[in-house]
């Protein structure tokens, strides 16, 4: 089975702390992303990654950064955590050629 | 642009009901159609798919079919239970190696 890890499933920042947020996948997907869950707005996509290094803004980049140095880990960063950035976050990887996402558990983050 | 609309929840319904949640996109292309699901404190998880038009997919009694006439791709399912609680997400995927659309979600809620 694919398993898809997530570092913290529930954080507490405040407000200008450097945010760290981790994934991790056992199944050496090329493919990962980072969304966020917000109530009546659905997954919204952050970044994604096709590769080791190589990255992709999604709809909603702003205010984040990531990084892939390994092809198993897949690193969102949040540079000075804001309010808004209270959030759910959701890592996702997938085999190119398969269509199936495979989602970890979830980061719920509170920015105080 | 690609975009999935479904309906507005939360949808509550007794235990043994029929149920159906609408979902409609608009995409360029033929893109491949999702549905996911996701339990409380979970992360989502794949439900079906379907690739082409008038596919049907299908699992754990869930059901959607590809019409690409309408736009549309309907969940159902005939007799939920109690563990059919979640929120479902509808999405689609255009033809490459793009991230997943994603549609609001939609809560479910089955009563006893």
């Known amino acids: 089975d694919v398993k898809v890890t997530q570092s913290s499933r529930y954080l507490v920042k405040r407000t200008g702390e450097k945010v760290f947020l981790e994934c991790v996948q056992d199944?050496?997907?090329?493919?990962m992303f980072w969304y966020r869950q917000d109530p009546g707005l659905g997954l919204r996509l952050i970044y994604f990654?096709?590769?080791?290094?190589?990255?992709e803004k999604g709809d909603i980049p702003e205010g984040y950064s990531v990084s892939r140095e390994k092809k198993e880990r897949f690193s969102l960063i949040l540079e000075s955590a804001s309010t808004n950035q209270t959030s759910m976050y959701l890592c996702?990887?997938?085999?190119?050629?398969?269509?199936?996402?495979?989602f970890g558990p979830g980061t719920r983050l509170l920015v105080l | 642009g690609n975009s999935v609309t479904q309906m507005e929840g939360p949808v509550t319904l007794s235990e043994e009901a029929f149920l159906t949640i609408n979902c409609t996109y608009t995409?360029?292309?033929?893109?491949?159609l999702f549905w996911y699901v996701q339990y409380p404190g979970e992360g989502l998880q794949l439900l079906l798919k379907?690739?082409?038009?008038?596919d049907k997919g299908s699992n754990k009694g869930f059901e959607a079919t590809y019409r690409k006439e309408t736009t549309s791709f309907h969940l159902e399912k005939g007799s939920v239970q109690v563990s059919d609680s979640a929120v479902y997400f509808c999405?689609?995927?255009?033809?490459?190696?793009?991230?997943?659309?994603f549609g609001k979600g939609t809560r479910l809620s089955v009563i006893a």
């Open positions: 995409a360029t292309g033929y893109p491949s």
């Open positions: 996702a990887s997938s085999l190119t050629g398969d269509e199936t996402q495979y």
């Open positions: 379907a690739t082409k038009a008038d």
């Open positions: 199944m050496d997907h090329e493919n």
């Open positions: 990654s096709y590769d080791v290094k190589m990255k």
């Open positions: 999405a689609l995927r255009n033809s490459g190696n793009t991230p997943l659309v």
